[in-house]
């Protein structure tokens, strides 16, 4: 398999405060890779740093045949590593079309503009019924679909997913993972961070559970789905649970 990214030894914090230790991982061309943990093991900040938005204190990341050593968002964005951030960050008063063309900002997105417009809709069909609508009147499963579509428009090679299931109903969160996997399909390469653990594993090739800034565990989600430190961690321990 074709190596799209890889993070070797990063290192980042908050001023004095450190928050990754050495982490360290990679995702494939066309694979979707999980990365797991509780709250503020530190996997969001790592997500910062994966795009671009935060600079790395040391380690090395690679984006294609690309090393990148500061904040550089809009390069990465111009270069195909895309980001959906947590919380949507949706303006609330612009329609769901116009927040979709905020996405196909860039040079190489605006010559495909019609075709991932028409790719968005198709993915999504409740947007195209609501492309006048404002944002903010959208429910919480519309809105998020709205905030991965934008993401979609930049044309991304690797679409990293920070948190796509939070505050959504149950339905909603498997018709999500349903559309990550056909956004695979699309060719496009997934990185996300998820705390939805059980149904994450279903859809992954490989995870990463992180714990306090490090990489714990690591391998082919099938198999950390039956893992007794994965159940123990996720379940209780003892549990007979299996993901």
Known sequence: MTRMFEADKVCAGYGLFSVLHDLSFHVDEGEIVALVGSNGAGKTTCLRCV?????????TLRFGDWT??????????????????????????????????????TRRARAHRA????????????LGERARQECGTLSG?????VAIGRGLMAQPRLLVLDEPSLGLAPTMVKQLFRTIEEIRKLGVTVLLVEQNVRTVLQIADRAYVV???????????SDLATDPRVVDAYFGV???ETI
């Open 51 to 59: 795009s671009g938005l935060m600079a790395h204190t040391a380690g």
């Open 211 to 221: 714990e306090n800034g490090r990489v714990e565990l690591s391998g082919r989600a």
């Open 115 to 126: 075709e991932s417009l028409e790719r968005v809709f198709t993915l999504f069909p409740k």
């Open 68 to 105: 990148y050593e500061a904040a550089q968002p809009h390069k990465l964005v111009d270069a195909g590593l895309v980001m959906v951030p947590e919380g949507r960050q949706l303006f609330p008063f612009m329609s769901v079309r116009d927040t979709l063309l905020v996405g196909s900002a």
């Open 238 to 240: 003892g549990s007979k």
């Open 141 to 145: 499963g519309e809105q998020q679909m």
